[in-house]
């Protein structure tokens, strides 16, 4: 119910927004729990296993009972916890793990079969007959599994990602926070101050004390005023600081648009990277509830979050309201009760010596043993000295004491420790490198407490830091002592619940221990305690005293559960934010990108690039059509095809030759100046990392080729190879593969066309390079081949590019030649045994694609010394090899070879099939294969299996050089 | 994680490219006996505590680095230049 | 004079969002310098013609419209000016090899904060960082303390543009909601 003149909601603003298909109003300012509350909406979700009615049990984003599904018009948002969402104009809500209805949920079978439902019941029960694991069990347990659903859409909201850095990163902006943030804020330091709700104050917000003898809020106010006029002060309202990470950098989500209706471009949510020197955890504490029997009845929540509801938003949870307390942290929240007029039926204190100040009915050492309600409280059972006691209520507080927000200190592997005098964990100090946690996250309970823990907290990072602390007055407050008398749980008969979420009691606790899950991380799993999305916030420190309980032990020496990221569940939305579609990986084009579109290309990737696969010509109906076509011309004239992609190393100095001598197998440093030639580069560990070629164009001057793949590979090897072993040599590299648009074009009439593009015939052998002046550009022109045919390579900076593509194919189409992609580049260079990646790998050696004899026996380079060891070469390795069917069939990448005589199995195998292609020129399938001693099997018939794709057939074993293998075209 | 590369000051990890045990610069000769080869390529002590790995500021100086570091703690107790500006001879 | 045309890495109009500007640099001549070893004295005085300094890392130097901008390990780009000839140094044309863009304004430093893990907080003029753009190379160079040029692989301008573009947008939708 609202209560009039109470809670910071705006009032001139009215809302409306729909719950379950019903319509209901709000205020701005409210959330979605406050506004139900307000129109005397208790049960609000299911609980996970026994499907119990849940009401809303805390204030904050610790939430385990009040989880709902947000609808959007481009999202469906599950698990969204109710304490969190604010009402904003047009919200849709809806229940969860329920069906039909919210009310009448056939799944609450479960809560009559609990005592078969208890921990451990999947592991039990779902055992036999193993047949039916997974057609029966497997689908049984996922229907019943879960919370929220998905829409199977995708999520078409904007997310952002971001970096921020800072001085001091303040955690939560409590009366701790808030004083650290102003003397730090004077002092000039830059500062972040993120807090997990919508509105900063922590518990002002919430408590009706005074400070400095004025209300609280008062002092709130004018320190967020402050605040906000500071440019060295960043305030991130709606941000949960969600993981502690090394060397100061966090992680933390900021909910941007949530609070509102969509807006075109506005992020729902931002993932902060956060880096920061020092940081102040002023996170505050959690009250946690006691466990007695039926405690889980809505209506029945923590008797802070109903300080909360009343005094911040304005609402009651019920018109006749209880305490249960152990402490006296709830006193003052009865009596603003009391104040707003409503009935505080009786504080229910277990301390014998619980004080009592006349006000308000006190139960001295009496507890609660029961409640009634199906669908909200209505009724409780006490018992005291003198016996049980009936109470009507319709909303009862639980005030089981405060366990300090101490999550981040645990990220990095610290463990809390114990404090008997509080009953609760406090942080290790120095738990995270730079931190210091401070105020009631550090077990400092009094308002007063936690003002003059935050001032003394910054100062402190402050002189670290190297500021000089800018004075700031410590108010005056609140500042009672904190007595606390430990109550987990009340003994009876009945369920007592611990964690809300995922429906785990006492009973399951004490079963646990007695079936010998007793350690803690065994019996977190055996029950699932803490393991809901809430993560066990408000359940972890009293199931692990029942269960220190029920051991014999004490809490101490029972230990804890740690607490790993994220603190708040972290939406997969929010940290992939921007790396949908087109976002997923940066897109590379080459020069000749927008002329290639124009041709119809249908564009493949290729690492990054985006690379023509062929030019279809009208009449072709599929891509073999054109492809054997492209095959064909570049066999019977010329072709132009983008090579730009390829990586290209400029070295330069004295050094360079023996350098290219050390990283590739055999000698380029007697290569002439004017000549290519090509080299095998190897990784240490003796296998074939690259391959490519290497032009000398000046006496220190080199150019080296590498594949698309290896590009960044080479280079980082190169790198290590320069930094690590020979810094000292008189030699630099860097990559120029952008600076140069290159095009290949082959085939025999590549000297025709060349000459007339250049105006005069190229003139160069085969393996020569040379300056040339293209059309007026200063360029290069090279005579290498990756097809077979005379060919040359063109060079000119990639301004130039499209412009030179565009023309040497309108001087190729005369000549009735053209473009080819890269389908017909790669049947041109299987034609030929030319390898690519799918042949080096990564587990091939120089010997298996027979180019051992390239190792120089005249010097060191990387990989030679490995290369040689037995094992690397050698009959028993799988050798390159070509392979053409006896009929004509279809061949597969990927298929294994077997001997025709033997069974088809793993230990029969002799080699697998890493290339294969049509070719128009042999008119047959060839493939290029690895097949054991294969170079001493020319000639031989094998068989070609492929289960996956059904193929089955003979192939011939032949040399993997398949068109013109004394190579008199290419040196034509 | 940061490292606090010798040329580029403190950065973020995503930087870097990892790469394995700093004794891969430890290179035997090219006729060292062959064990002493299996050790350079493939043997690796897994300490816990203090270790030394190479790290290359890829999307940085480009400069290889070599980064003593303890793997109980995560501190990280010092970042070099795998090739020093003395045996360099460059400024950087 | 060459008969090809010359086209830009990208050939984007200007966009102004939030008061602040994505804009692309024009082409220019930049040259790699990477000294060889033991050079630096015979490079300083190499370099003395052209009033520049070879940089210390993070930084440029520059004289009039040229600038000497640090772009890795004993490495440097001479932006806008002609190399001496015979530096001490390999010396390699570079001029295509990267869109140079320039983002300026208001929003300039929280748009950069969306993709670029630099703590640009004491960001000024003469600073020279390699780093990345998202998942692209970067060389970024503090102009003002609200303008910067972002260079990145030519190859890769379309999503540098694209990428920046977006941020810009969600920056200018965040600031229409205070």
Redesign the interface.
């Given at each position: 119910m609202r209560i009039d003149g109470k809670g910071r909601i705006d009032r001139t603003r009215p809302l409306t927004f729909a719950f379950d298909g019903v319509s209901y109003p709000a205020y701005k300012g409210d959330t979605l729990a406050s506004a139900l509350m307000a129109n005397d909406v208790r049960v609000v979700g299911r609980s996970f296993k026994y499907h119990r009615p849940r009401g809303i049990l805390t204030a904050g984003s610790e939430e385990p009972g009040a989880l709902v599904e947000i609808m959007g018009p481009a999202n469906q948002t599950p698990n969204t916890r109710a304490t969190v969402q604010e009402v904003f104009e047009g919200l849709t809500a809806r229940s969860q793990n329920r069906w039909p209805s919210l009310r009448w949920d056939l799944l609450g079978i479960n809560d009559l079969a609990s005592p078969f439902l208890s921990a451990g019941f999947y592991y039990k029960t779902f055992m036999w007959p193993r047949a039916f694991w997974e057609k029966i069990y497997e689908p049984l347990i996922r229907r019943a599994a879960g919370l929220g659903s998905l829409s199977g859409r995708h999520d078409e909201g904007t997310y952002e990602k971001a970096y921020a850095f800072c001085d001091l990163l303040i955690v939560g902006a409590g009366p701790t926070g808030l004083i650290a943030a102003l003397a730090a804020g004077r002092s000039g330091a830059d500062v972040i101050l993120a807090e997990d709700a919508a509105e900063m104050g922590g518990r002002l917000l919430s408590d009706e004390g005074q400070i400095d003898g004025a209300p609280a809020q008062e002092w709130l106010a004018s320190v967020l005023a402050e605040l906000a006029l500071m440019p060295n002060v960043r305030l991130m309202p709606r941000t949960a600081v969600t993981g502690a990470y090394d060397d100061g950098t966090y992680g933390a989500l900021e909910r941007v648009g949530l609070h509102r209706r969509p807006r075109p471009n506005l992020p729902r949510e931002c993932f902060w990277r956060i880096t920061a020197r020092r940081t102040i955890l002023a996170t505050g504490a959690l009250e946690r509830p006691i466990a007695f029997a039926d405690n889980d009845r809505p209506g029945i929540m923590m008797a802070s979050a109903m300080a909360s509801y009343l005094n911040r938003y304005g609402v009651s949870p019920g018109r006749k309201v209880t305490f249960f307390a152990n402490n006296d942290s709830a006193r003052a929240t009865a009596r603003s009760f009391v104040a707003a007029g409503l009935s505080v039926a009786a504080i229910i204190d277990s301390r014998p010596d619980a004080p009592d100040e006349g006000d308000i009915p006190v139960h001295k050492g009496a507890v609660v043993i029961g409640t009634k309600g199906r669908h909200g409280l209505q009724e409780i059972t006490l018992r005291t000295g003198s016996g049980e006691v009936r109470l009507e209520t319709d909303a009862l507080g639980m005030a089981g004491g405060w366990n300090p927000s101490l999550h981040l200190t645990c990220h990095m592997n610290g463990r809390p420790r114990w404090s008997a005098e509080l009953a609760a964990f406090v942080p290790s100090p120095g738990a995270v490198p730079g931190l210091v946690a401070a105020g009631a996250a550090n077990g400092t309970f009094s308002t007063h407490g936690c003002l003059a823990a935050g001032l003394a907290a910054a100062q402190e990072v402050l002189t670290d830091l190297g500021h000089k602390a800018a004075p700031v007055d410590l108010p005056q407050a609140e500042n009672a002592p904190y007595t606390i008398s430990p109550l987990w749980a009340v003994p009876g008969k009945g369920r007592a619940w611990l964690d809300f979420a995922n429906d785990v009691t006492t009973k399951d606790v004490a079963l646990s221990a007695q079936e010998g899950f007793s350690s803690v991380e065994h019996m977190k799993r055996y029950t699932t305690q803490g393991m809901a999305p809430d993560q066990g916030k408000s359940s972890n420190v009293a199931a692990l005293a029942v269960l220190a309980d029920a051991t014999g032990r004490g809490i101490p020496e029972t230990g804890t559960t740690t607490f790993r990221p994220p603190f708040v569940p972290v939406s997969i939305a929010a940290m992939g934010a921007g790396a949908r579609a087109e976002g997923f990986a940066p897109q590379r084009f080459m020069t000749s990108d927008q002329a290639s579109r124009d041709r119809g290309a249908p564009m493949i990737e290729a690492g990054l690039w985006y690379r023509p696969s062929y030019f279809p010509k009208p009449g072709e109906t599929t891509w073999r059509e054109a492809c054997d076509r492209e095959v064909a011309m570049v066999r019977n004239s010329v072709g132009i095809s983008d090579v730009s992609t390829l990586g290209k190393i400029d070295l330069q100095g004295r050094d360079a030759g023996r350098f290219l001598d050390f990283v590739y197998t055999n000698t380029f440093s007697t290569l002439p100046v004017g000549r290519v030639r090509y080299g095998v580069m190897l990784r240490e560990d003796g296998h074939v990392l690259d391959d490519g070629t290497t032009a000398r164009l000046g006496e220190n001057h080199w150019l080296m080729t590498t594949t698309t793949a290896a590009a960044g590979l080479v280079m980082r090897h190169l790198d290590f190879v320069h930094q690590a072993f020979c810094a000292d040599w008189d030699v630099r590299f860097i990559s120029v593969t952008e600076h140069w648009a290159q095009f290949a074009v082959a085939g025999p009439k590549a000297r025709d066309l060349l000459t007339s593009a250049l105006g005069a015939a190229p003139g160069l052998p085969f393996m020569g390079v040379r300056a040339a002046t293209i059309q007026g550009v200063a360029g290069r022109v090279f005579r290498i081949s990756f097809s077979g045919e005379e060919g040359y390579e063109v060079a000119v900076p990639a301004r130039y590019g499209e412009a030179l593509f565009r023309d040497l194919t309108a001087r190729a189409e005369t000549m009735g030649g053209g473009l080819y992609g890269m389908e017909a580049l790669n049947v041109l260079r299987i034609e030929k045994g030319f390898i690519t990646h799918a042949e080096i790998h990564g587990r091939t050696t120089a010997f298996d694609i027979g180019m051992e004899k390239m190792v120089s026996a005249k010097k060191d380079c990387i990989g030679k010394a490995a290369a040689s060891r037995p094992g690397m070469i050698g009959a028993a390795r799988a050798q390159l090899v070509g392979l053409k069917p006896l009929t004509d069939s279809p061949l597969t990448a990927g298929a294994h070879l077997f001997t025709q005589s033997a069974d088809v199995k793993r230990e029969t195998d002799q080699g697998y099939v890493t290339s294969v292609g049509y070719s128009p020129t042999l008119a047959s399938w060839l493939a290029l294969a690895f097949l054991h001693d294969g170079r001493a099997r020319h000639g031989e018939t094998i068989r070609l299996v492929d289960h996956l794709r059904k193929v089955d057939v003979l192939c011939t074993v032949t040399d993997p050089v398949f068109h013109d293998p004394m190579g008199e075209k290419l040196r034509a | 994680?940061?490292l606090n590369c010798p040329?580029?000051?403190?950065?973020?990890r995503?930087?870097f490219?990892y790469?394995g045990a700093a004794a891969?610069?430890d290179?035997?000769s090219?006729d060292?006996p062959?064990q002493a080869?299996d050790d350079y390529?493939?043997n690796r002590d897994n300490p816990a505590g203090m270790t030394q790995d190479?790290w290359?500021h890829?999307?940085?100086?480009?400069?290889?680095l070599k980064v003593t570091r303890n793997t109980v703690t995560?501190?990280?107790i010092a970042v070099d230049?795998?090739?020093?500006p003395k045996?360099?001879?460059?400024?950087? | 004079m060459p008969d090809l045309i010359a086209k830009p890495a990208l050939g984007a109009a200007p966009l102004t969002i939030a008061g602040t500007t994505l804009s692309e640099n024009g082409a220019t001549q930049i040259t790699a310098i990477a000294p060889y070893p033991g050079s630096q004295a015979a490079l300083a005085q190499a370099l003395r013609p052209l009033g520049l300094t070879f940089p210390a890392p993070n930084q440029f130097t520059e004289h009039g419209d040229v600038r000497l901008a640090w772009s890795g390990r004993d490495q440097a780009f001479l932006i806008g000016g002609e190399a001496p000839a015979d530096l001490p140094a390999a010396v390699t044309d570079q001029s295509d090899a990267w869109v140079s863009l320039q983002i300026a304004g208001p929003q300039a430093r929280a748009v950069l904060a969306r993709y670029v893990p630099l703590d640009l907080r004491a960001a000024s003029r003469g600073q020279s960082l390699r780093s990345a753009l998202n998942h692209l190379p970067l060389l970024l160079m503090v102009e003002a303390p609200d303008s910067y040029t972002l260079m990145t692989f030519r190859s890769m301008a379309r999503t540098a543009w694209a990428e920046l573009h977006e941020a810009m947008i969600k920056v200018e939708a965040r600031l229409a909601l205070t």
């Open positions: - | 994680m940061r040329h580029c000051g403190p950065r973020d995503r930087e490219y790469y891969y610069l290179r035997p090219p060292a062959a080869w390529l493939h190479l290359y890829e999307q940085g100086c480009t400069a290889w995560h501190e990280i230049a795998v090739a020093t045996a360099s001879g460059g400024m950087a | -």
